[in-house]
């Protein structure tokens, strides 16, 4: 896939996903109206359209963000972020690059993970098969 630099992604992007996919930032927890979204259906990068996450893998943690206890396969990768004066473990979308949160082991069963993502930074898409 071609890079696509700082200008192709803001021409795409609002200015909020612009901020969250390449810049790392984090949205108001609370926010997203993902963090109500019940249906079943499929979680994608908005950054590349990429499925992400399952609805049948999406749980109520109760931090205000959108929280999973396991992607799909292949579709995020995972790196040491150590900013904030905290060491925590980055995710983003396999396809792009693009930032999507983080993943805290303390998730529940079977994993035992929590995978915090941005609402912002995904895309719903209501029925979808995985
Ligand atoms: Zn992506």
Redesign the pocket.
Same mark, same amino acid.
């Given at each position: 896939m071609a890079e696509k630099s700082d200008t192709d992604w803001q021409a795409q992007l609002t200015p909020e996903q612009f901020h969250v996919?390449r810049e790392h930032g984090t949205e108001r927890p609370g926010t997203s109206p993902l963090n109500v979204e019940k249906r079943d259906g499929v979680f994608a990068? %908005?950054?590349?359209?990429?499925p992400l996450f399952s609805s049948d893998t999406k749980y109520e943690s109760g931090s205000g963000w959108p929280s999973f206890w396991r992607p799909l396969e292949g579709a995020v990768e995972t790196t040491t972020d150590r900013s904030h004066g905290m060491t925590r473990v980055e995710v983003h *979308? %396999?396809? *792009?690059?693009?930032h999507l949160g983080h993943v805290f082991p303390d998730g529940p069963r079977p994993t035992g993970m929590r995978y915090c993502m941005n609402g912002i930074a995904m895309k719903f898409e209501p029925g979808s098969e995985t």
């Open positions: 996919l990068c %908005a950054g590349c359209g990429r *979308c %396999a396809g *792009c690059g693009g």
